[in-house]
C-alpha cells in the first residue's frame, strides 16, 4: 500500500515537473533580429562561395549549371541519388559536384563554406514544400 502511494507521488512529481523540461529557452526581439542576421551572413557567403573558381581546379564554378541555386532541390532530400547508388543526403550531392564538374576536393560537413552552400540554397529555395525523397 505504502509502495503504491509512494509510486504515484513519483509519477504525479514527474508530470508535474515536465513542463518546466520542455520549456523553451527565454529569447527577445533583439535575440531574433541577431539570428537572422547571422543566418543572412552566412547566406551571403554562400552566394559568394558559389561562384568561387577556388573550391575547384578547373576555373568551373557552381552557379555556371545552378544560377541562383536553381536544379538543386534541397526540398527532396533526403533522397536515393544514383550517382551514389543510395539515399544521400544534399551534402553528399555538394561534393559529387565539387568532385567532379569542379575536379576539386571534398569539403567536410562541417566546413563554413559547407553550410554557407546548403544555407544559400535552402534560402533561395524558402517556402518550397518539403518532399523528401522525391524525383
Ligand atoms: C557543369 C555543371 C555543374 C556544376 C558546375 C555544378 N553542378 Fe551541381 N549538378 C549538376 C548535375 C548534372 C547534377 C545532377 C542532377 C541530378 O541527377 O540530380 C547536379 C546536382 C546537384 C545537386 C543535387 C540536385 C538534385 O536535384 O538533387 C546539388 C545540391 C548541386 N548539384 C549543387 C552544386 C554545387 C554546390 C556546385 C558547386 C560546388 C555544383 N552543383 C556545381 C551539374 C553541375
Request: glycine letters at 6%; one cysteine or more; charged letters at 25%.
Amino acid at each position: 500500500m505504502l509502495k503504491q502511494s509512494i509510486k504515484q507521488l513519483v509519477i504525479t512529481t514527474c508530470v508535474a515537473l515536465l513542463p518546466l523540461t520542455l520549456q523553451a529557452d527565454e529569447f527577445t526581439k533583439q535575440d531574433l533580429k541577431l539570428w537572422q542576421d547571422e543566418f543572412m551572413t552566412v547566406v551571403g557567403e554562400g552566394r559568394k562561395v558559389f561562384t568561387d573558381p577556388k573550391l575547384g581546379t578547373n576555373g568551373v564554378v557552381c552557379a555556371q549549371c545552378h544560377p541562383n541555386g536553381a536544379n538543386t532541390h534541397p526540398e527532396t532530400y533526403p533522397k536515393f541519388q544514383k550517382q551514389l547508388g543510395r539515399v544521400a543526403q544534399m551534402w553528399e550531392m555538394v561534393n559529387w559536384c565539387i568532385r567532379n564538374p569542379l575536379e576539386g576536393k571534398d569539403l567536410a560537413v562541417d566546413d563554413p563554406r559547407m553550410t554557407a552552400i546548403l544555407s544559400y540554397i535552402a534560402f533561395e529555395r524558402r517556402g518550397v514544400k518539403m518532399e523528401p525523397g522525391k524525383h
